[in-house]
C-alpha cells in the first residue's frame, strides 16, 4: 500500500518559519511530481507550489518569494520551507504525488496518491 504522510505542522507566529515533510512508503517504482496544496477554512484546496522529479519548480503568486518546495528523490520525500508566514498561511497542508508509479508482478501502475495532511496555524 503506497501512502504519503505529513509532519513539520503546527503553530507559529506571524514572520516565523516552519519546515514540512512529506514522506511517501510502499512499493514505489518512481515518482514524477511532487507539490503542497492547502486548504483553509471555508476555502477551496488550493497549490502551494509543485517540483518535478528534475528540480523544475512552480509556485503559487501568494507565497512566491517566502516559500521553498524542494524534494529528496533517494528518499521519496519532498520539502516546504515556509518563511515569513502570515495569518492567511493558516491551513491544512497535504502533500500530493500526481505521478506515482508502483511496479509489481501485475505491472506498473500510476497513481494520484493524496497524505492525510498537516495543520498549519500561523498567529501571535
Known amino acids: 500500500q503506497v501512502q504519503l504522510v505529513e509532519s513539520g505542522g503546527g503553530l507559529v507566529q506571524p514572520g516565523g518559519s516552519l519546515r514540512l515533510s512529506c514522506t511517501a512508503s510502499?512499493?514505489?517504482?518512481?515518482?514524477?511530481?511532487m507539490g503542497w496544496y492547502r486548504q483553509a477554512p471555508g476555502k477551496e484546496r488550493e497549490l502551494v507550489a509543485d517540483?518535478?522529479?528534475?528540480?523544475?519548480?512552480h509556485y503559487a503568486g501568494s507565497v512566491k518569494g517566502r516559500f521553498t518546495i524542494s524534494r529528496d528523490n533517494a528518499r521519496d520525500m519532498v520539502f516546504l520551507q515556509m518563511s515569513s508566514v502570515k495569518p492567511e498561511d493558516t491551513a491544512v497542508y497535504y502533500c500530493?504525488?500526481?505521478?506515482?508509479?508502483?511496479?509489481?508482478?501485475?505491472?506498473?501502475?500510476?497513481?494520484?496518491?493524496w497524505g492525510q495532511g498537516t495543520l498549519v496555524t500561523v498567529s501571535s
Open positions: 510502499g512499493r514505489i517504482f518512481r515518482i514524477d511530481t
Open positions: 517540483i518535478s522529479r528534475d528540480g523544475s519548480t
Open positions: 500530493n504525488a500526481p505521478g506515482l508509479i508502483t511496479r509489481s508482478s501485475s505491472g506498473y501502475r500510476y497513481l494520484d496518491v
